[in-house]
């Protein structure tokens, strides 16, 4: 059986479908299992991982020669792939159409509250209800082992490994000698797509609770974020009094191994804390606009930070599908309402849990 599994195109939402994946490999273990990746970031993060039989890749997001399009088409006939499976949350229309377009007869999707005119989702074959309450994580668990049931593994989580021996090495080469000092991540930015750059919290305030952070702990702060990033990343340096570095341009993967090395990760909603939340990293995530029942960080470890207010989330599994913001709502109003000193609340008697603080 050739089966083709549809990532929406963020980082972390590969990182929210892998356990799925991993259970349909489990559970059907002679099946061929292809990835489709909306961006070649995600690519990049699969290569080489044994659970893919093999990787396609297309940005719906940058204008493309019709040839080329039409020759991605024929690429996935010619695989004559017996399912396709569009994981959460893909309510467009281009989820739908094109495993239509590329002849797979069992198109297996979800029912979105939203859209189900617009989305194409008529297309598909077989739908599941979305549920609400559920992460996204065991959302897709719960869509494949839905159409693929089995009592097996389906309370196993498994994320993928996101970088080498090779990162690894490289990694501990950058941090040189300063690597027995304890590290903290930061990443203060966000995807910045469909105005998802509300997710932000100021990076004046990403700087002081760091250095509450690592004054505490005695610890030296690893600045992240990608290549739209670097002012970002200069603003926070900037606004800390404690030890940092800003980490450059690298790779995902030694982006990941960076990670794996910190003790804790302060981030936003963004798809590098979904890569340390996967690592066993504890996460200190920042949310506003966004839902964290829905796509915080996986596990009781993490600690999220709220500035509780009516009318946030806005951006639910009820409403996918749009990005809508109500009419007279500012979508970082709890963001922006929540202080350092708030949020040191929060976070101290979280580290006093997890760390030697006197």
Not at 133 to 137: C, E, K, V
Not at 203 to 211: I, M, N, P, V
Not at 345 to 354: A, D, G, I, T, Y
């Given at each position: 059986m050739n089966i083709l599994c549809i990532c929406p195109i963020g980082i972390g939402n590969y990182i929210l479908v892998y356990p799925a994946c991993s259970y349909l490999h489990k559970v059907l273990p002679d099946a061929k299992l292809h990835l489709l990746a909306l961006r070649a970031p995600i690519s990049g993060l699969a290569q080489g991982d044994p659970l893919w039989e093999k990787i396609h890749c297309i940005d719906?997001?940058?204008?493309?020669?019709?040839?080329?399009?039409?020759?991605?088409?024929?690429?996935?006939?010619?695989?004559?792939?017996?399912?396709?499976?569009?994981?959460?949350?893909?309510?467009?229309?281009?989820?739908?159409?094109?495993?239509?377009?590329?002849?797979?007869?069992?198109r297996l999707a979800f029912s979105y509250t939203l859209k189900k005119t617009a989305s194409l989702s008529f297309l598909n074959s077989k739908k599941l209800a979305t549920d609400p309450?559920?992460?996204?994580?065991d959302q897709n668990l719960k869509l494949v082992s839905h159409f693929f049931p089995s009592d097996l593994y389906q309370n196993e989580i498994r994320f993928p490994q996101l970088f080498t021996d090779q990162d690894k090495s490289q990694c501990l080469s950058m941090l040189g000698d300063s690597g027995k000092r304890i590290k903290i991540g930061i990443h203060p930015g966000s995807s910045s797509e469909h105005g998802m750059d509300a997710k932000r919290w100021a990076?004046?305030?990403?700087?002081?609770?760091?250095?509450l952070i690592c004054e505490k702990l005695d610890a030296e702060a690893l600045i992240f974020g990608g290549p739209d990033e670097s002012e970002l990343k200069k603003q926070t340096s900037g606004s800390m009094k404690q030890p940092n570095r800003i980490i450059g341009n690298v790779s995902l993967r030694l982006t990941?191994?960076?990670?794996?090395?910190?003790?804790?990760?302060l981030c936003n909603d963004s798809g590098l804390m979904h890569i340390a939340a996967s690592s066993g990293v504890p996460v200190i995530a920042l949310f506003g606009p966004t839902d964290e029942c829905r796509n915080g960080p996986y596990g009781s470890e993490h600690l999220v930070l709220r500035k509780q207010m009516a009318g946030f989330p806005l951006w639910t599994a009820q409403n996918v599908g749009s990005r809508k913001v109500p009419q007279g709502i500012d979508p970082q109003a709890s963001l922006n309402a929540l202080?350092?000193?708030?949020?040191?609340?929060?976070?101290?008697?979280?580290?006093?849990?997890?760390?030697?603080?006197?």
């Open positions: 719906p997001t940058r204008k493309q020669p019709v040839s080329k399009i039409l020759s991605f088409f024929k690429e996935l006939r010619d695989e004559r792939f017996d399912v396709s499976i569009s994981f959460f949350p893909s309510n467009t229309w281009q989820y739908n159409f094109l495993p239509f377009v590329s002849a797979i007869s069992q309450s559920l992460h996204d994580i990076s004046e305030k990403f700087g002081r609770l760091a250095d990941s191994a960076l990670i794996n090395e910190c003790k804790l990760m202080t350092p000193e708030e949020a040191w609340e929060s976070v101290l008697p979280w580290l006093k849990m997890r760390f030697p603080i006197r």
